[in-house]
C-alpha cells in the first residue's frame, strides 16, 4: 500500500512537472518566435555567443591578471602564459571574433536553407520526453566525438597542417579564449561541420541541439583553459598535452585515441596536482 501510494505519488508530480515544462517552453516560444529562421539560426547563433564570452571572460581575467592567487597552484604548464601576453591575447581575440561573427552565422544559414529547412524533425512547440532527451544527447555526445576525431586528426596531416592547423597551436599552452582561435577553414570542419553531421544524421529534437552546442562550447573550452581543477574532467591534462605534443590525443573523450594508438599520457605532465 505504501509502496503503490507513493508511486501514484511521484508519477503524479512527475506529470505536473512536465506540464508545467511544457508551458514554459510555450511561452519562451512565444517570446522569441517559433520561426524556423529563429529556432535555427538565431538563437544557435546567441547560444553560442553568450556561453562562450561568459566562460572566456572569468579565465580571461584569470590570465591577464594572475589573480586569484591560490587558484595559479592549479595552472598545468606552470610559467607559461603567466600572465598572458596581451598582444598575443588581442591577436587571438580578433581572429575569434571573425569566426563567431561570420563565418557562424554564415554556416548556420547555409545549413538551414541547404539541410535543415527540407528535413522532418520532431514538433518544435512539444518538449521531448526525458527518455529521448537522453538517448539523443548520448548519440550525439558518441558521433561528434567520432567526427572530430577524425577531422582533427586529417588536419594534422603533414600535407595541409602548416596551411589550417598550424594557427591554433601556435598556443602550445592554451588558454580558454583560443578555443575558437583558428583557421575559418577549421572552424567550419572541425567546430561547426560536427554538430551539422549529427544534426542531419539523428534529427532531434531543436532543444537537443541548443542544448548541445552550449555543452560542446562549454566542454571545449574546459579543456582549453590551461587550468586542471580538482573536478576538471580528464580530459582538459588530455587536451592540454596534445597542444605541448602535438601528435597525441586528437579526440575529446580518448576513446578513438585509444583504438588507434594515439592516446598518451605523460606522467609528468600529467600527474595529479596535490
Same mark, same amino acid.
Given at each position: 500500500?505504501?509502496?503503490?501510494?507513493?508511486?501514484?505519488?511521484?508519477?503524479?508530480?512527475?506529470?505536473?512537472?512536465?506540464?508545467? %515544462?511544457?508551458?514554459?517552453?510555450?511561452?519562451?516560444?512565444?517570446?522569441?518566435?517559433?520561426?524556423?529562421?529563429?529556432?535555427?539560426?538565431?538563437?544557435?547563433?546567441?547560444?553560442?555567443?553568450?556561453?562562450?564570452?561568459?566562460? $572566456?571572460?572569468?579565465?580571461?581575467?584569470?590570465?591577464?591578471?594572475?589573480? +586569484?592567487?591560490?587558484?595559479?597552484?592549479?595552472?598545468?604548464?606552470?610559467?607559461?602564459?603567466?600572465?598572458?601576453?596581451?598582444?598575443?591575447?588581442?591577436?587571438?581575440?580578433?581572429?575569434?571574433?571573425?569566426?563567431?561573427?561570420?563565418?557562424?552565422?554564415?554556416?548556420?544559414?547555409? /545549413?538551414?536553407?541547404?539541410?535543415?529547412?527540407?528535413?522532418?524533425?520532431? /514538433?518544435?512547440?512539444?518538449? +521531448?520526453?526525458?527518455?529521448?532527451?537522453?538517448?539523443?544527447?548520448?548519440?550525439?555526445?558518441?558521433?561528434?566525438?567520432?567526427?572530430?576525431?577524425?577531422?582533427?586528426?586529417?588536419?594534422?596531416?603533414?600535407?595541409?597542417?602548416?596551411?589550417?592547423?598550424?594557427?591554433?597551436?601556435?598556443?602550445?599552452?592554451?588558454?580558454?579564449?583560443?578555443?575558437?582561435?583558428?583557421? +575559418?577553414?577549421?572552424?567550419?570542419?572541425?567546430?561547426?561541420?560536427?554538430?551539422?553531421?549529427?544534426?542531419?544524421?539523428?534529427? +532531434?529534437?531543436?532543444?537537443?541541439?541548443?542544448?548541445?552546442?552550449?555543452?560542446?562550447?562549454?566542454?571545449?573550452?574546459?579543456?582549453?583553459?590551461?587550468? /586542471?581543477?580538482?573536478? /576538471?574532467?580528464?580530459?582538459?591534462?588530455?587536451?592540454?598535452?596534445?597542444? $605541448?605534443?602535438?601528435?597525441?590525443?586528437?579526440?575529446?573523450?580518448?576513446? %578513438?585515441?585509444? %583504438?588507434?594508438?594515439?592516446?598518451?599520457?605523460?606522467?609528468?605532465?600529467?600527474?595529479?596536482?596535490?
Amino acid at each position: 500500500m505504501i509502496t503503490s501510494t507513493l508511486i501514484n505519488k511521484i508519477s503524479t508530480n512527475w506529470c505536473q512537472c512536465g506540464e508545467l %515544462l511544457q508551458n514554459k517552453w510555450i511561452t519562451f516560444l512565444n517570446s522569441v518566435g517559433d520561426d524556423s529562421v529563429t529556432i535555427w539560426i538565431v538563437v544557435p547563433f546567441i547560444l553560442s555567443l553568450i556561453s562562450f564570452w561568459l566562460y $572566456a571572460a572569468i579565465f580571461t581575467l584569470m590570465d591577464l591578471t594572475n589573480k +586569484p592567487h591560490f587558484l595559479r597552484k592549479y595552472k598545468i604548464q606552470v610559467g607559461v602564459n603567466e600572465p598572458v601576453d596581451k598582444n598575443r591575447l588581442w591577436k587571438a581575440t580578433k581572429q575569434v571574433l571573425f569566426n563567431q561573427l561570420i563565418i557562424t552565422p554564415a554556416m548556420l544559414s547555409l /545549413s538551414y536553407f541547404a539541410f535543415f529547412k527540407y528535413l522532418n524533425f520532431p /514538433s518544435v512547440h512539444v518538449l +521531448p520526453s526525458m527518455r529521448s532527451f537522453l538517448i539523443d544527447i548520448s548519440l550525439m555526445v558518441a558521433l561528434e566525438e567520432a567526427c572530430f576525431y577524425y577531422v582533427h586528426r586529417a588536419l594534422h596531416h603533414r600535407s595541409i597542417y602548416k596551411y589550417i592547423h598550424k594557427q591554433h597551436h601556435e598556443w602550445t599552452a592554451p588558454v580558454a579564449i583560443i578555443t575558437l582561435y583558428c583557421h +575559418p577553414i577549421e572552424h567550419i570542419c572541425s567546430n561547426l561541420g560536427p554538430i551539422g553531421v549529427l544534426t542531419v544524421l539523428i534529427r +532531434p529534437h531543436i532543444l537537443n541541439v541548443w542544448f548541445f552546442i552550449v555543452l560542446a562550447i562549454l566542454n571545449s573550452m574546459t579543456d582549453h583553459t590551461g587550468y /586542471s581543477f580538482p573536478f /576538471s574532467p580528464n580530459s582538459v591534462r588530455f587536451h592540454d598535452l596534445h597542444h $605541448a605534443k602535438f601528435h597525441y590525443n586528437f579526440g575529446v573523450m580518448g576513446w %578513438l585515441d585509444k %583504438l588507434h594508438g594515439t592516446y598518451k599520457e605523460d606522467k609528468n605532465d600529467m600527474k595529479k596536482i596535490k
